[in-house]
Antibody
Framework: EVQLVESGGGLVQPGGSLRLSCAAS????????MSWVRQAPGKGLEWVAN????????YYVDSVKGRFTISRDNAKNSLFLQMNSLRDEDTAVYYC?????????WGQGTLVTVSS | QSVLTQPPSASGTPGQRVTISCSGS????????VNWYQQLPGTAPKLLIY???QRPSGVPDRFSGSKSGTSASLAISGLQSEDEADYYC???????????FGGGTKLTVL
């Protein structure tokens, strides 16, 4: 059974940093692209970033470029999102998802709240 | 403002057929496949339709998708109360080099 479990969310002040993790199981993690997708409270889905199976390619939505970094550790079946210079508008539930031309599996999400 | 355009709401009575539209451009829907996601209240999104019109295992055949040019549609026939959810279309955008979503359509079963 495929499982994606996010962790690392919490309350952080504007300008602060947070590192999200996503533990994957039930599939060969190293064979698939992975993505982070977020959802602000009461709003729609927004793709944040993705990373190629070997980590050699990464893409970001414009609003997080230069502030967020996606990475992965295939030996530990883990996906990460390092978030720096956080802004109020980054407040959202962050989901990790397996990407195979579409997002077929999603985690349950972790809430990030940016507030003073 | 979402790159893909969906109506914010849709509704129908049990047993009816409803459709949800998704409009894009040549850099996304016009050049790539469309996927649809269902998000029940308080839960993570779930893949509903992939590659324009393919249903993952376990998705009832009441759900169907289509694409023409730079637009796509999701159709739900034999509407049921458990279909009440938010629905999102998505596609890869070649100009933005990223995934784009529609703003979501809230489906209400009356």
């Amino acid at each position: 059974e495929v499982q994606l479990v996010e962790s690392g969310g919490g309350l952080v002040q504007p300008g602060g940093s947070l590192r999200l993790s996503c533990a994957a199981s039930g599939f060969t993690f190293s064979r698939d692209w992975m993505s982070w997708v977020r959802q602000a409270p009461g709003k729609g889905l927004e793709w944040v970033a993705n990373i190629k199976k070997d980590g050699s390619e990464k893409y970001y939505v414009d609003s997080v470029k230069g502030r967020f970094t996606i990475s992965r550790d295939n030996a530990k079946n883990s996906l990460f999102l390092q978030m720096n210079s956080l802004r109020d508008e980054d407040t959202a539930v962050y989901y990790c998802a397996r990407e195979i031309g579409y997002f077929d599996y999603w985690g349950q999400g972790t809430l990030v709240t940016v507030s003073s | 403002q979402s790159v893909l355009t969906q109506p914010p709401s849709a509704s129908g009575t049990p047993g009816q057929r409803v459709t949800i539209s998704c409009s894009g451009s040549s850099s996304n829907i016009g050049s790539d496949t469309v996927n649809w996601y269902q998000q029940l209240p308080g839960t993570a999104p779930k893949l509903l339709i992939y590659s324009n019109n393919q249903r993952p295992s376990g998705v009832p055949d009441r759900f169907s998708g289509s694409k023409s040019g730079t637009s796509a549609s999701l159709a739900i026939s034999g509407l049921q109360s458990e279909d009440e959810a938010d629905y999102y279309c998505a596609a890869w955008d070649d100009s933005l080099n990223g995934w784009v979503f529609g703003g979501g359509t809230k489906l209400t079963v009356l």
